[in-house]
């Protein structure tokens, strides 16, 4: 029943009691993850009526209705404690960094956060560290675009992160996974584009040294 974009996003979640699916719309990702017995309970949250309508109506015939709890709040705002992994995909980044900032104190608190944001993951990773939290796994995949997930942690250790990395993610770019190195490929094609096309130097001069290290990334895997 799920997508690629949504597998890939529950393939981050680790076995956990309690997932909470924030923006939840059709109620696909809670279903699977109960089915499949990736948590044993589940919130199914959002913040408009319809869409946690759909969420209810998925789950009508389901054999795990019962746990399952459906909320209509903003973020995790109405969600009870603990929350031991939250899922947010398929929104803009701006609407997540706001959901975040939110109940900062409560992310915090929550073991696993997995992100999937539609655009800019670039500024969604550096909010993100920028508040403390680690960078601990990423994973991608493509159909018709590509789609990013990004797991965090409640940082421990809070490593340094380069732009470079918060750019394509230090995971992404450690694991170099074909699609992530497709991913690449073609982000090597529009960069050096952009660099044969702008006029001001200082932006010609950065899109030469993010195609340098694009290339460096992809000639150690040739
Ligand atoms: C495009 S859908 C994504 C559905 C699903 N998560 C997915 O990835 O396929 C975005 C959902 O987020 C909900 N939403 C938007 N802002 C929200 C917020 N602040 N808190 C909770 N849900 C929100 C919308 O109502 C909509 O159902």
Do not use: W
């Not at 470079?164 to 450690?174: A, D, E, N, T, V």
């Amino acid at each position: 029943m799920l997508d690629v974009r949504l597998r890939t996003v529950l393939s981050l979640v680790e076995p956990c009691k309690v997932l909470a699916d924030v923006g939840t719309d059709h109620g696909y990702l809670p279903l699977e993850a109960l089915k499949s017995g990736i948590c044993e309970h589940a919130f199914a949250a959002d913040l408009n009526e319809l869409p946690l309508k759909r969420a209810q109506d998925t789950f009508a015939q389901s054999d795990v209705k019962d746990r399952v709890v459906f909320i209509r709040c903003s973020g995790i705002r109405d969600i009870p404690d603990p929350i031991d992994a939250v899922v947010i995909a398929g929104m803009g980044a701006e609407t997540v960094m706001q959901i975040v900032t939110e109940d900062l104190e409560r992310f915090r608190s929550i073991p696993q956060i997995i992100l999937q944001v539609n655009k800019d993951v670039e500024s969604l990773r550096r909010f993100m560290v920028q508040r403390g939290f680690d960078i601990v796994d990423e994973a991608i995949t493509y159909k018709r675009h590509y789609y990013v997930v990004v797991k965090f942690a409640p940082s421990a250790s809070h490593p340094e992160y380069n732009p470079f990395q918060l750019k394509y993610g230090p995971i992404l770019l450690s694991q170099k996974d074909p699609i992530f190195l497709n991913h690449l490929t073609s982000r090597l094609n529009h960069v050096l584009d952009l660099a044969s096309r702008v006029s001001h130097e200082n932006k010609r001069e950065a899109f030469v040294l993010e195609a340098d290290a694009i290339r460096n990334v992809l000639d150690k895997e040739s």
